[in-house]
């Protein structure tokens, strides 16, 4: 099966959703889990797929920053780098119990950027475990059509041919596209109908503590652009987390399935074809230690 561009399927998901394990860290006077999107816990992390592709992670943040112990606040940024990709992403989040969060996601690739801005709400469901996180985004997508050019000619195989599934790869847009004679980044342009868009997107991200050592999360994301390249975005999460101590440290382990869906509609001057799908299914493996 043909798979879409790994460039946007990492960046179909734009909640700021920190989804490591361990259980709970102090907030003020709350307590958050760890896999809650308003932890604060300093950590580090790596992970890999069953492609090979390693990523690591680092970040935390800090509580009450304002509001002089009146109200609860959390912020947070994260950073997460993928070694063969060279892709980067940072996400930095403000929670404020009287309102919500905000956030912003900046993710940076080879042939696509994309920077997202949202509101997350959280709640707690009526058996007073089970947490949800509905979100809304704005993400602007800026597409690098010379570098796509470049991908399809095979000038540049290093990271964009290499086939990682959590970072860039050949795609199913680049195959469809190789067909196109002479190929540069105006025939791109023309073919996707622009180099940037403008999306719109939803999110549900949810979680459930089994007990103090094992949880679930789900995740929930659908979108689509109105303005620029039109495209379509669905991505499904399910995370399972564990937790144990080391030392002072809490060690965590958590095995994540995710699918990825993205349609791009509205092609401009390619006979036989008016969209192109490409979709992905993949499983990873982490590890996380919170301090």
């Not at 399927?9 to 361990?22: E, I, W």
């Not at 696509?112 to 469901?125: D, E, I, K, W």
């Not at 509609?265 to 979709?279: H, I, K, Q, W």
Request: aromatic share 12%; with cysteine; hydrophobic share 35%.
């Amino acid at each position: 099966m043909n798979t879409f561009n790994k460039n946007l399927l990492g960046l179909a998901l734009t909640t700021c959703a920190l989804t490591s394990a361990s259980v709970y860290a102090e907030t003020g006077a709350q307590e958050v889990h760890d896999a809650d999107p308003r932890n604060t816990a300093w950590r580090g992390g790596i992970a890999t797929d069953h492609e090979g592709e390693i990523k690591l992670v680092a970040g935390g943040g800090f509580n009450n920053l304002y509001g002089e112990g009146e109200y609860q606040t959390q912020t947070i940024m994260i950073g997460e780098y993928f070694t063969q990709s060279e892709d980067f992403r940072f996400r930095l989040a403000n929670f404020d119990e009287r309102f919500g969060g905000v956030y912003a996601d900046v993710y940076l690739t080879d042939t696509t950027n994309m920077y997202t801005g949202g509101y997350m709400l959280p709640l707690t469901a009526t058996n007073d475990k089970t947490m949800l996180f509905p979100s809304v985004n704005y993400s602007y997508v800026d597409f690098d059509t010379k570098q796509i050019a470049q991908n399809i000619r095979g000038t540049m195989v290093p990271n964009e041919m290499n086939g990682y599934s959590t970072g860039t790869g050949q795609t199913a847009m680049l195959n469809a596209l190789n067909g196109i004679s002479g190929i540069n980044a105006g025939a791109v342009e023309s073919v996707l109908g622009g180099d940037d868009a403008h999306m719109v997107s939803v999110n549900l991200y949810g979680l459930q503590p089994w007990n103090d050592t094992f949880y679930t999360v789900f995740q929930a994301f659908g979108g689509s652009t109105y303005g620029g390249v039109e495209m379509e975005m669905v991505d499904l999460v399910l995370l399972q987390g564990t937790r144990t101590q080391v030392g002072d440290a809490i060690f965590n382990i958590y095995l994540e399935g995710k699918y990825t869906n993205i349609k791009i509609n509205e092609l401009n001057g390619f006979p036989g074809r008016d969209y192109l799908r490409g979709e992905e299914a993949k499983v990873s493996i982490g590890f996380d230690w919170r301090f």
